[in-house]
């Protein structure tokens, strides 16, 4: 004999308290599985409402997955853009790289991690904006914790803060960041750099950039490749440099191209900050340099 349907429905959203996704549509099933099938009456309308929920639940998932703000890596390494709202970290984004992002004279232009790609020196590196950290994001404030996430997950910081803008703005970002345990190689940009003269910063050093100056923005991006702390070698014959973390040996590169050029590898012909002289032949255990250009030689 069946509970009365008002007890059962009771029981059953009892049942679903504080279940979410995946969880909740196995629970609406075992329920289901549990219901007397009856075609009609009060019974066929709990089956009713309990597969409505199977369904909401499903369309819940796929729209919080869409939304989810994690950022899929992609390049050499990732940087991200912080500042207080309105600081022009878009405008630096769009700058650096292809994306159209909207920029805006207002806060809150952004209001989820934008990532685009840039090519430093022939070598991809993932830049992120991260938007609207405020006062208290560290305790989730604005969906903060979300945010720091993202930022954690990062390989450096790149701090925006707009020329003439009080200095305040800045730290109030950078108290939520230490908040939250992070701890990253860090510089600041100073941005809109046409607008007023750059800000002195005790810790920071300051690189003055505007998106209206093309010669900043090279000096900028020259900058951003040594924040990544990675070792850029050029293959004299040709293809894409290669960029990995120091030291970095000759056997590294080889291996960096095809493993087995990594063992095949007997050394190098070096050009660059690491060689004597233009051309070195260099063992494979030789260490190289940001800048270097190799000519791997095998067996
Ligand atoms: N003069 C000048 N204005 C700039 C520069 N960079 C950005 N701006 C202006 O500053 C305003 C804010 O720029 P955004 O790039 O949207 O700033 P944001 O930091 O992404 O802002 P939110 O996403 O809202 O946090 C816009 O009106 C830009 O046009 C610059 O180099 N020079
Ligand atoms: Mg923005």
């Given at each position: 004999m069946p509970m009365p349907h008002r007890t059962q429905m009771q029981v059953i959203k009892r049942r679903l308290v504080g279940k979410e996704g995946a969880d909740r549509t196995r629970e609406l099933r075992a329920i289901l599985a549990e219901l007397p099938n009856y075609r009609n009456g009060p019974y066929a309308d709990i089956r009713k409402w309990v597969n409505s929920q199977i369904d909401e639940t499903r369309a819940r998932g796929r729209v919080l997955h869409r939304d989810s703000i994690a950022v899929r890596r992609e390049g050499a390494a990732q940087i991200a853009l912080v500042g207080a709202p309105n600081a022009g970290k878009s405008s630096l984004l769009q700058a650096l790289s292809s994306i159209q992002i909207k920029t805006g004279d207002y806060a809150f232009t952004t209001t989820r991690p934008v990532p685009a790609l840039t090519r430093i020196g022939g070598v991809l590196v993932q830049l992120v904006e991260i938007p609207g950290l405020i006062g208290g994001?560290?305790?989730?404030?604005?969906?903060?914790?979300?945010?720091?996430?993202?930022?954690?997950?990062?390989?450096?910081?790149?701090?925006?803060?707009?020329?003439?803008?009080?200095?305040?703005?800045?730290?109030?970002?950078?108290?939520?960041?230490?908040?939250?345990?992070?701890?990253?190689?860090?510089?600041?940009?100073?941005?809109?750099?046409?607008?007023?003269?750059?800000?002195?910063?005790?810790?920071?050093?300051?690189?003055?950039?505007?998106?209206?100056?093309?010669?900043?923005?090279?000096?900028f991006r020259k900058r951003l490749w040594l924040l990544t702390g990675l070792v850029r070698v050029h293959l004299r014959d040709g293809g894409d440099p290669v960029a990995l973390e120091p030291p970095v040996s000759v056997e590294d590169v080889a291996h960096s191209i095809h493993h087995e050029l990594g063992s095949r590898c007997t050394g190098a012909r070096v050009w660059g900050p690491s060689a004597r002289f233009p051309g070195q032949r260099v063992g494979r255990a030789h260490e190289l340099l940001d800048g270097d250009a190799v000519e791997i030689l095998d067996r």
């Open positions: 994001a560290h305790e989730d404030r604005g969906g903060g914790r979300a945010l720091l996430g993202v930022l954690r997950g990062a390989d450096a910081i790149v701090y925006c803060h707009a020329c003439g803008a009080p200095l305040e703005e800045l730290e109030t970002v950078r108290t939520e960041v230490a908040a939250a345990g992070i701890e990253l190689p860090a510089i600041l940009a100073a941005t809109k750099a046409d607008d007023a003269p750059p800000p002195t910063h005790p810790e920071l050093e300051v690189v003055p950039v505007s998106v209206l100056d093309d010669g900043s923005l090279e000096r």
